[in-house]
C-alpha cells in the first residue's frame, strides 16, 4: 500500500523496543504491532530519537503506557478495521462451544462415531449477553438477531437497540457471555470468583477481547466443577510470548492456558480473530493514514 501512499516505509520483523529504536531516527511516525508491550523505557527511548507519534496497528491499547507516552511528548493513535472479522468468528466460536464441537472433532479423529453424550444447544433456545456494545459488539448482536436467541447488553455507552441491563443481571440470565470491552483497570478481571459466580449454572463464556477480562484461575475452577458448561476463547490470561510463536518444542510457563486446552468444554484459539484480508488491509491502510493525518496536522500548526 505504501506507494498508493506515497510514503516509502522501513520495516523491521521485531518488535520495537530500546535494541532497534535507531531504526526511527529520522522519523516522527512509526507503526507498531500489539503483540508485545512497550515498555516506558522504549518509550523515552523513542521520544529522544525524534519520534513524536506512534500508531498501534490494533484497536486495544492495553500493551502501551499512552499516559507515560504523552508525559514523553508522544501522542499514541489506534486503528479500527472491519469489526466483522471478530464478530464472525465469535459466533463461529459461540456454535462450537454450545454444540460440544472440540470433543466431537477429536473423538471423530480417533475414528471414535458414536454420537456425543453431550447434546447440543439451539441458539434460538437461549439468552446470549454481549458485553461491551462498540463496533464489534454492535456487529456480533446484529448477528445474533439471525439466530432468534434473546438478546442482552451491557455497556456503559448503550449504542444499540438491544436490551441494556445492568451487569450483574445479564450475568444472571445469560446462557452466553460473549466479551468485547476494552481492557483497563475497570475491565481487569471483570470476570473473576464473584462474577462467575453470578452466572447461571452451565452457561457459557466467549472471549474475543482481551485475555485479562477473565481471571483465568477462577474460570479453570467453574469449568472443572461444572458451574461452567464451557468456554471459548481467542484471548487467554498470560498468552504474551506464548501466542503468535512455535512452541511445539518448548515447555509453556503458563498452566492455566495447559489446563484450558486439556478441557474438552474449553476452546482456546490464539487470538487469531481479527486474521482476515479485509482486516488486516483496513489495519495497514488506517495506520499509514494515522501518520499521514499527524504529519498534516503538525505541518499546519506550523505554517
Known amino acids: 500500500m505504501a506507494p498508493r501512499f506515497g510514503i516509502e516505509p522501513v520495516i523491521t520483523e521485531a518488535a520495537v ?18 503483540k508485545t508491550r512497550v ?10 530519537a525524534g519520534v513524536r507519534y506512534v500508531s498501534t496497528r490494533s484497536i486495544g491499547y492495553n500493551h502501551i503506557d499512552v499516559e507515560y507516552a504523552e508525559s514523553v511528548g508522544i501522542v499514541v493513535g489506534n486503528v479500527a478495521y472491519s469489526p466483522d472479522s471478530v464478530a464472525d468468528y465469535t459466533l463461529m466460536l459461540m456454535l462450537m462451544v454450545v454444540r460440544d464441537a472440540k470433543s466431537i472433532v477429536r473423538r471423530t479423529d480417533a475414528h471414535d462415531y458414536r454420537l456425543n453424550e453431550v447434546r447440543g444447544k439451539e441458539l434460538r433456545d437461549l439468552t446470549v449477553g454481549v458485553v461491551g456494545t462498540g463496533r464489534i459488539g454492535a456487529a456480533v448482536i446484529d448477528r445474533l438477531r439471525g ?9 456503559t455507552r448503550p449504542g444499540t437497540s438491544a436490551e441494556y441491563v445492568p451487569l450483574d443481571e445479564l450475568l444472571r440470565r445469560s446462557d452466553i457471555v460473549s466479551l468485547h470491552t476494552p481492557l483497563t483497570t475497570d475491565t481487569y478481571h471483570l470476570l473473576d470468583g464473584r462474577s462467575i459466580g453470578l452466572m447461571k449454572h452451565g452457561a457459557f463464556v466467549i472471549n474475543t477481547g482481551r485475555g485479562p477480562l477473565i481471571d483465568t484461575e477462577e474460570l479453570v475452577s467453574a469449568l472443572e466443577s461444572g458451574k461452567l458448561g464451557g468456554a471459548a476463547l481467542d484471548v487467554v490470561e498470560g ?28 476452546l482456546v484459539s490464539p487470538h487469531t480473530a481479527y486474521y482476515t484480508d479485509h482486516a488486516l488491509s483496513d489495519t495497514i491502510e488506517n495506520t499509514i493514514i494515522n501518520c499521514l493525518e499527524f504529519e498534516k496536522e503538525k505541518l499546519a500548526w506550523t505554517s
Open 147 to 155: 439466530f432468534g436467541c434473546r438478546i442482552l447488553a451491557y455497556d
Open 17 to 34: 523496543s530500546e535494541a532497534n529504536v535507531e531504526l526511527a531516527l529520522g522519523n516522527r511516525c512509526i507503526s507498531i504491532g500489539h
Open 239 to 266: 498468552e504474551e510470548g506464548i501466542f503468535y510463536a512455535d512452541c511445539r518444542d518448548k515447555p509453556l510457563g503458563n498452566k492455566p492456558l495447559l489446563r484450558l486446552q486439556q478441557m474438552p468444554n474449553a
Open 39 to 48: 515498555t516506558n523505557a522504549t518509550l523515552l527511548a523513542l521520544s529522544r
